[in-house]
Each structure stands twice: as structure tokens, then as C-alpha cells.
């Protein structure tokens, strides 16, 4: 079936330094698009990043993913992780044929000083 | 911009009670979702709907009812609370075409004593 795994529960990074995100996927489709779903705390959660084009980088908020069918994969990263982004990250996938979207079990990112 | 309102913020239940949580919005999406929260747990899809009238079950549908009565409302019933039970239920919206994202609610953090 259809999943979404994101392997670290959690991801602590110290200001400044590089973070990343995993995720990787399994999907029967063969045309979805995915996201980045971003929930600061007592707030919903809100799209980040999206992107449905292999090979291609995007780009939101200092935070980037290039989506990788050969590998399964749509990572996210930031080269210089900030206070502010200290959040609960989830990784979603979106078949174009039917209303279903796949989240993963989320990565909660702590930012120390 | 839309928004997407969920009532009640809070809930607390008594075991065995019957309980409605309900969820508006104005963006004239044409797919609701709910999904449930847990910690550690991702985001698990209870019910969502296409269109008013219709009912997709999800992954976590059992002790769920849902209705949606117009295209701008959709609502969810715990048929029979589970006393310790804690979790925020998010209601979520979509225009339902591909490539388009999700617009989550701030949630119903949900208490059974």
C-alpha cells in the first residue's frame, strides 16, 4: 500500500547548524505530488514546501527538498537552522487520481542555542 | 484566504459519552477531512467526504461516526469516549484537485475522565 515513513521522531540541532528532515516513500500511484507540512506549537499545521516535478529543488523560507523517485525520497533541509523553526514537521503524499493524502508519523525539530 | 473553524477548542468527556465535535469552512473546498493527533502518532485519518453527503472511511473510523451536512461543514461524533483518552482531532480541508494542499483547523484537543 501506500506510506510515507520518516525515521527520526525527533532531530535536535543546535542554532546555526545544518538540519535534515527524512522521508521516504511507497506509493502505487504514478503521478502524486508531495509536501511538507509545518505545525508550530497550538497552532494547525500549514504547508511548507510542495513539489510533484523529479529532480527539481524547491525552495520555501530558507528550507529546501528535491523530490528523488529513483531513491524514494523528498528529504528537507536547511543549511542554517533558526530558534524559529523549532516545530513539528510532517512529510505528506498526494495521488492526483483520488482525495487521499498520506502523512508520516511526523519529526518533532528542536532548535538550541 | 479562507479559514477553517473548529468547536469546540477544548472538550472533556465522561467515559461512555456520546460526543460532536464540528468544523466550518469558507473556502468552498469541496473535500473535509478529519484526522486524529496523537503524539508520537502522526496524523491518522478518521473519515472524510468529496462532496456534501458523502462518507469515505479512513484508517481509524472505528467509534466514529461523521456527517456532512452542507458542502461548509462536516462534523464528528465519538460514539462512545474512552475514558484516559487524550488526542486533538484536526478538520481539514481541500479543493480536492491535484497538487492542491491541505488547510487544517487548529484542532479539538479532546480529554475523557
Known sequence: ?113 | GGIITQTPKFLIGQEGQKLTLKCQQNFNHDTMYWYRQDSGKGLRLIYYSITENDLQKGDLSEGYDASREKKSSFSLTVTSAQKNEMAVFLCASSAGTANTEVFFGKGTRLTVV
Open chain 1, 1 to 113: 500500500g501506500d506510506s510515507v515513513t520518516q525515521t527520526e521522531g525527533l532531530v535536535t540541532v543546535t542554532e546555526g547548524l545544518p538540519v535534515k528532515l527524512n522521508c521516504t516513500y511507497q506509493t502505487t500511484y504514478l503521478t502524486i505530488a508531495f509536501f511538507w507540512y509545518v505545525q508550530y506549537l497550538n497552532e494547525a499545521p500549514q504547508v511548507l514546501l510542495k513539489s510533484s516535478t523529479d529532480n527539481k529543488r524547491t525552495e520555501h523560507q530558507g528550507f529546501h527538498a528535491t523530490l528523488h523517485k529513483s531513491s524514494s525520497s523528498f528529504h528537507l533541509q536547511k543549511s542554517s537552522a533558526q530558534l524559529s523553526d523549532s516545530a513539528l514537521y510532517y512529510c505528506a503524499l498526494s495521488p492526483n487520481s483520488n482525495n487521499r493524502i498520506f502523512f508520516g508519523d511526523g519529526t518533532q525539530l528542536v532548535v538550541k542555542p
